[in-house]
């Protein structure tokens, strides 16, 4: 398996419904799952995956735990935007070496938080992207009504929504594989967005009875990620048939295989008014009444692409400074050397990239 199949391949890690070459593959691994009988509303019990850093849970609501890492400072908080999509929060705190709150932290930030976006009921099956922004702006406020912002591949188009639908509530907002402005360039994801038609994501909703369902998804997948694939994306530095690796191997598949499912309402309008129509770069995206437009965004603004990336082009998040007004919102870039999924996991780049995001952070305005 090539890099960029290795990186398809684990898509489903974000948006598992175009993790297929063809669509029409897709709608028959599903008719072959689950044609003739409902679907299966019962999750299969799992443990949840393990977080590697000590914490605790400081807020607790129905779409999402405030996880607290801090040490007990007065610093100013940053709060990780984990991506809301098939797998949860704990990409973020993967395992030894693997972890970017450990990486923050190794680089002197003091207070981080994590949004543990917690998987939707049937009830929440008419949740919005409105709803997410409001739990958002909901653990801002509980950590004093200001925070720094990371928003991450899924979590960072919304991070960047809220920056610019609360402008007084974020000091500094760095983007690390963020889908911004689909048209400025070419992903594998975004061509499979644009050239699916809608009609197959609504059909998606429907079978899973309002939600995307992960664990169904998961039963279609055709390939799995191999030894090789998941040691390159972890940048491990254990031979691929050593203990320490085997370990961390079986790691890696028990948090794939634990899921999260996504609010049908939620998941068609990220798939609709983002990906298909690109409202947030055209500046025609209503976020909670108003439309965002992203030249009134005012704070700092660091920009982490995947030089390698297939999933999210690097240009689609750095025609994000062409989209702010520079002389209010400054703006720095760098671009990693890995794959998608390497900015949040991959050992080297959290041990010599996300420490120059740190030190942007820590610096004052």
């Given at each position: 398996?090539?890099?960029?199949?290795?990186?398809?391949?684990?898509?489903?890690?974000?948006?598992?419904?175009?993790?297929?070459?063809?669509?029409?593959?897709?709608?028959?691994?599903?008719?072959?799952?689950?044609?003739?009988?409902?679907?299966?509303?019962?999750?299969?019990?799992?443990?949840?995956?393990?977080?590697?850093n000590s914490?605790?849970?400081?807020?607790?609501?129905?779409?999402?735990?405030?996880?607290?890492?801090?040490?007990?400072?007065?610093?100013?908080?940053?709060?990780?935007?984990?991506?809301?999509?098939?797998?949860?929060?704990?990409?973020?705190?993967?395992?030894?070496?693997?972890?970017?709150?450990?990486?923050?932290?190794?680089?002197?930030?003091?207070?981080?938080?994590?949004?543990?976006?917690?998987?939707?009921?049937?009830?929440?099956?008419?949740?919005?992207?409105?709803?997410?922004?409001?739990?958002?702006?909901?653990?801002?406020?509980?950590?004093?009504?200001?925070?720094?912002?990371?928003?991450?591949?899924?979590?960072?188009?919304?991070?960047?929504i809220?920056?610019?639908?609360?402008?007084?509530k974020?000091?500094?907002?760095?983007?690390?594989?963020?889908?911004?402005?689909?048209?400025?360039?070419?992903?594998?994801?975004?061509?499979?967005?644009?050239?699916?038609?809608?009609?197959?994501?609504?059909?998606?909703?429907?079978?899973?009875q309002?939600?995307?369902?992960?664990?169904?998804?998961?039963?279609?997948?055709?390939?799995?990620?191999?030894?090789?694939?998941?040691?390159?994306?972890?940048?491990?530095?254990?031979?691929?048939?050593?203990?320490?690796?085997?370990?961390?191997?079986?790691?890696?598949?028990?948090w794939?295989?634990?899921?999260?499912?996504?609010?049908?309402?939620?998941?068609?309008?990220?798939?609709?008014q983002?990906?298909?129509?690109?409202?947030?770069?055209?500046?025609?995206?209503?976020a909670?009444?108003?439309?965002?437009?992203?030249?009134?965004?005012r704070?700092?603004?660091?920009?982490?692409?995947?030089?390698?990336?297939?999933?999210?082009?690097?240009?689609?998040?750095?025609?994000?400074?062409?989209?702010?007004?520079?002389?209010?919102?400054?703006?720095?870039?760098?671009?990693?050397?890995?794959?998608?999924?390497?900015?949040?996991?991959?050992?080297e780049?959290?041990s010599?990239?996300?420490?120059?995001v740190?030190?942007?952070?820590?610096?004052?305005?």
């Amino acid at each position: 398996m090539d890099p960029t199949d290795r990186q398809l391949a684990a898509l489903g890690l974000f948006w598992p419904a175009l993790a297929f070459e063809y669509a029409n593959e897709f709608a028959s691994a599903m008719t072959r799952q689950f044609a003739g009988r409902p679907a299966d509303n019962t999750r299969e019990t799992r443990a949840e995956p393990c977080w590697t850093n000590s914490n605790k849970v400081c807020l607790e609501l129905g779409a999402v735990r405030l996880r607290d890492f801090s040490n007990g400072s007065n610093a100013a908080p940053v709060l990780i935007c984990a991506p809301f999509a098939l797998h949860g929060a704990t990409i973020v705190d993967f395992a030894p070496q693997h972890s970017l709150v450990a990486a923050l932290q190794g680089a002197g930030i003091e207070r981080v938080f994590v949004t543990d976006w917690r998987s939707a009921t049937p009830d929440m099956r008419f949740w919005s992207i409105d709803d997410y922004l409001l739990t958002l702006n909901l653990l801002v406020d509980e950590l004093g009504g200001a925070v720094q912002l990371v928003g991450l591949c899924q979590g960072g188009w919304l991070a960047l929504i809220y920056a610019s639908r609360f402008p007084g509530k974020v000091r500094k907002l760095a983007l690390a594989g963020a889908p911004i402005d689909i048209e400025a360039g070419k992903s594998k994801l975004s061509e499979m967005a644009l050239e699916t038609p809608m009609r197959f994501f609504n059909d998606l909703v429907e079978l899973g009875q309002g939600r995307v369902l992960g664990r169904q998804l998961l039963q279609c997948w055709t390939e799995e990620l191999d030894r090789a694939a998941i040691r390159d994306l972890l940048q491990s530095s254990h031979a691929s048939d050593s203990v320490p690796f085997c370990d961390l191997e079986m790691r890696f598949r028990d948090w794939h295989a634990c899921t999260l499912d996504l609010p049908g309402t939620y998941y068609l309008q990220a798939v609709e008014q983002l990906y298909k129509q690109n409202r947030l770069a055209r500046g025609s995206f209503v976020a909670l009444g108003r439309r965002i437009n992203l030249s009134k965004l005012r704070c700092p603004l660091f920009l982490l692409a995947a030089r390698d990336d297939v999933v999210v082009a690097p240009d689609q998040l750095f025609a994000t400074e062409r989209l702010v007004n520079g002389d209010c919102c400054t703006v720095s870039k760098a671009a990693a050397p890995c794959g998608h999924l390497g900015l949040f996991m991959g050992r080297e780049v959290l041990s010599t990239v996300w420490p120059d995001v740190a030190r942007w952070l820590q610096q004052p305005n």
